[in-house]
Nanobody, 115 residues
Framework: QLQFVESGGGLVQPGGSLRLSCAASGVMLRIWTIAWYRQAPGKQRELVAHIDSGLHTHYTDSVKGRFTISRDNAKSTVFLQMSSLKPEDTAVYYC?????????WGQGTQVTVSS
């Protein structure tokens, strides 16, 4: 069974940057398509970006050109580099497979974009 531990969140001003990390354990990460999801207060969880085993990436329209997803299979870690952050990026960020599995949600990491 996969387990994910997210880290790297924090409070940042609009226009700032953060790099999130997702450490995976349990199975070989490299075979999975891994996604970053986020859930803002009062909203449904949404898929932000994903990366497959061939390193092909996909982004939701609202983060294209600002966020970059990458992975280091040797370290079983997936990253999300976030730049030009906006207040609407404020959310708890999680990683999971695609499609997500309900048993694999971790605690997430809080990202707050505010001046």
């Amino acid at each position: 069974q996969l387990q994910f531990v997210e880290s790297g969140g924090g409070l940042v001003q609009p226009g700032g940057s953060l790099r999130l990390s997702c450490a995976a354990s349990g199975v070989m990460l490299r075979i999975w398509t891994i996604a970053w999801y986020r859930q803002a207060p009062g909203k449904q969880r949404e898929l932000v970006a994903h990366i497959d085993s061939g390193l092909h990436t996909h982004y939701t329209d609202s983060v294209k050109g600002r966020f970059t997803i990458s992975r280091d299979n040797a370290k079983s870690t997936v990253f999300l580099q976030m730049s030009s952050l906006k207040p609407e990026d404020t959310a708890v960020y999680y990683c999971n497979i695609v499609p997500y599995h309900t048993d694999y949600w971790g605690q997430g990491t809080q990202v707050t974009v505010s001046s």
